[in-house]
């Protein structure tokens, strides 16, 4: 094996491992915010994030460094592309790739962007090279006027939500005892309770003496008004339902004193 080959040999292995870590990390963060998105806090998401980011470092420093030279000197060419399913590649790339077709090979082996959006990049950079300093500076600072303000904007709703969430004891209540107990007077005893009876209304409907209270609207027997004498008064009379046997004295002994 020559020099050149061991070079390749070795950056290949370099890369794989840092492209294996760096999948796992990225599968690690997914999973975190498909099971973990109502706990998960932003200290632990930015750990996260930055493992990633590292490893991306990693990799960027690897192929730039003078071991990555012989990759620019070679070219990556596809030795079989059949439309059919492929068994072998789809376990090789996870269940990514299923097929290596003609139609997939400029988009995997693709070194440049698109037409499309390289003709649009060259032309963004064409317009920024025509701006003179002033306004640049001028566009520069009013960026930055804008991304202060929407960032001031998010730390005060995020300090409210701070604010609101460590205010936040338990269950948010959802009832009030005060009106429940209010609700129960009403219903079981009438309780600030007020009955408008229009003029004219008699017990039997419209027509009726005036004053009176309609038969649906009475209070029951056992709420009816007593009079001072200790009868009952117009409103209801009280039920008679026991009945009384009590005999004098004189009657149940007849030779008394």
């Known amino acids: 094996m020559s020099r050149e080959e ?13 492209l294996n870590d760096l999948k796992l990390s990225i599968g690690a963060m997914i999973q975190k915010i498909e099971t973990e998105y109502e706990t998960i806090n932003w200290p632990t998401f930015l750990d996260n994030f930055a493992l990633i980011s590292s490893h991306l470092t990693g990799l960027s420093k690897i192929i730039a460094t003078e071991m990555g030279a012989p990759l620019r000197n070679l070219t990556v060419l596809p030795l079989l592309l059949s439309p ?3 068994e072998a590649l789809w376990q090789l790339t996870e269940g990514r790739i299923p097929v290596f077709s003609h139609d997939m090979v400029p988009d995997y082996l693709r070194t440049k962007p698109e037409p499309t959006a390289e003709q649009k ?42 604010s609101d969430s460590s205010a936040r004891s338990g269950v948010q209540q959802t009832s009030s005892m005060a009106d429940t107990h209010a609700l129960v007077a009403a219903v079981g005893m009438g309780k600030n309770l007020k009955v408008n009876i229009p003029p004219g209304v008699g017990p039997n409907g419209p027509g009726g003496p005036p004053g009176m209270v309609p038969h649906a609207i009475r209070p029951p027997a056992a709420m009816a008004a007593v009079s001072p004498s200790g009868g009952v008064g117009q409103m209801g009379k009280a039920p008679s339902a026991i009945k009384t046997n009590i005999k004098s004295a004189n009657q149940i002994h007849p030779y008394g004193r």
């Open 121 to 162: 990049m060259m032309a963004h950079e064409q317009k920024a090279n025509n701006l003179t300093p002033e306004t640049a500076a001028k566009q520069v600072a009013q960026y930055q006027k804008i991304v202060s303000h929407v960032f001031d904007m998010v730390s005060k709703a995020r300090e409210e939500w701070e």
């Open 6 to 18: 061991k070079q390749l040999e070795a950056l290949l292995d370099a890369v794989l491992n840092r």
């Open 84 to 86: 059919e399913r492929d």
